[in-house]
């Protein structure tokens, strides 16, 4: 085993070159490649007793897993609200490997001053103040945790406990409200102790998902001034759908609420012109969540999380009886992200920010919400979909045109989708209604793209599900 590494190590500019030379050939023909690959797949590779070494480990991997990887990089897989890795981005994510640096070790100071200068840099391209502080976490799920662990210790402290010392026996339940929480919400109030049963959805306006600011009102009136935790979201995940956080703000006036902000991928509204009043009023925020690898394009795992109270931060997540971690900071990762070890993320970011600049996502964002209104046209246009609600930037929820459509027509319909292999998009559910969203967050996708997405989205459609 020792002399296969001392033989990679000595052959690494020939191995690194044939790995380029793989990652090349894939990207460059990710606008032939299956989006949504259903290959069989071999029985796994075991663990050889003396290994393979690196070169043939690689031609293992080039046989077995390549032509079965999807094309979720490319610019028509609409699932989720998945980003792809920028040029930038992508040399970013190599170096970072080559590096090896642990982020959250302050000794590397190239490392700290990378992570401190793209959280700047984030700043500026949403407007944020300098108040909040900024670490870059694995996803929007530990972003959208982190900001309320937060808000968990800032709860304790107004009933007169240090909920990260002292735990949280003996304390009433910690109320969440919020009009259309993210799954993740209730993931992380069950990671945080504090239930899934205490988040209480707020009524949303008449055929939104934006919170009703009066029954919002009303619901923090009812818990007769016990503080509370509010999410706020900007950017639904069904429709892009925005809370008025500005009104919510001015509740503050009169209730004792610490605010979360759940802006995943509708924080990046703030990069256009277009769009950047509907986060209007979170800069007045006490945290934010905003995802990385959704419209900034950098790879998996990637997201930030910004808090006005680092103290409190600290406080949550500051290591005690490991001497060589250093004495809790406010200024250490070490002691205000969940993780102590944890690689360069922020790196590729950087590359891109620096790349790119505010025009060049600004151009990412309005491409994606203008190839989001072409579908949109197309499917109000047409006799075989309908829209589920208006296309507000980047997703667009539409359904079969008929009085209701089945969970097994939308799944035999994704079925037929996928193999065709020109697009992926997932189902969702809509005021009852069973339906697709189609999401639109990849610097590569264009109009040309749009063309192709529903030509594949007509052929899909069955003569079992097709209006008569």
Not at 244 to 260: C, G, Q, S
Not at 340 to 359: E, H, I, M, Q, T
Not at 386 to 413: H, I, K
Request: aromatic share 8%.
């Amino acid at each position: 085993m020792q002399n296969l590494i001392l033989n990679d190590k000595d052959d690494i500019a020939d191995l690194l070159q044939r790995t380029r030379d793989e990652a090349v050939q894939f990207l460059e023909g990710l606008s032939t490649h299956p989006v949504n690959h259903r290959r069989q797949l071999p029985a796994p590779v075991g663990l050889s007793p003396s290994g393979l070494g690196a070169r043939q480990a690689l031609e293992v991997f080039k046989e077995t897993y390549i032509p079965a990887m999807t094309g979720s990089a490319g610019p028509r897989y609409l699932g989720f609200v998945t980003g792809g890795s920028t040029p930038a981005a992508l040399m970013g994510d190599w170096l970072t490997g080559v590096f090896d640096q642990n982020a959250a070790d302050t000794s590397s100071a190239a490392a700290a001053q990378i992570e401190t200068s793209a959280i700047s840099m984030l700043r500026e391209l949403f407007g944020l103040p300098e108040a909040f502080d900024g670490r870059f976490v694995t996803g929007a799920t530990m972003s959208n945790f982190v900001g309320l662990a937060i808000g968990r210790q800032w709860w304790g402290h107004r009933l007169g406990v240090n909920v990260a010392q002292q735990g949280l026996a003996g304390l009433p339940p910690l109320t969440v409200l919020s009009g259309s929480p993210h799954a993740c919400i209730y993931k992380s109030l069950s990671m945080l102790g504090l239930g899934r049963q205490n988040l209480q959805q707020v009524t949303t306006l008449p055929n939104r998902e934006a919170v009703d600011v009066d029954a919002l009102r009303q619901a923090i009136q009812r818990l007769n001034d016990q503080p509370c935790i509010v999410v706020a979201n900007a950017g639904v995940v069904n429709t892009v759908d925005f809370d008025e956080i500005t009104a919510i703000v001015a509740l503050k006036r009169d209730f004792n609420f610490y605010l979360h902000v759940d802006a995943a991928f509708g924080g990046f509204a703030a990069c256009s012109p277009r769009y950047q009043q509907l986060v209007s009023g979170w800069e007045q925020a006490d945290s934010i969540a905003v995802d990385a690898h959704k419209w900034l394009n950098v790879p998996y795992d990637s997201a930030v999380q910004f808090s006005r109270h680092t103290e409190l931060q600290a406080e949550v997540f500051q290591n005690v009886g490991a001497a060589y971690l250093g004495e809790p900071n406010t200024t250490d990762s070490f002691h205000l992200t969940p993780e102590n070890s944890r690689r360069l993320r922020a790196l590729p970011a950087w590359f891109s920010l620096v790349a790119y600049g505010k025009d060049g996502f600004r151009e990412i964002v309005e491409t994606c919400c203008d190839c989001a209104a072409q579908l949109g046209k197309r499917i109000e246009a047409s006799t075989e979909f309908r829209l589920l609600a208006p296309v507000r930037m980047n997703v667009v929820p539409f359904t079969f045109n008929q009085p209701s459509a089945s969970s097994a027509q939308v799944a035999a319909f994704l079925n037929r989708l996928g193999e065709n292999g020109k697009t992926f998009i997932t189902a969702t559910t809509y005021n009852k209604t069973p339906g697709f969203r189609a999401a639109f967050s990849n610097w590569r996708t264009t109009r040309e793209d749009v063309d192709i997405i529903w030509q594949a989205a007509l052929d899909a459609v069955s003569e079992q599900i097709r209006p008569r």
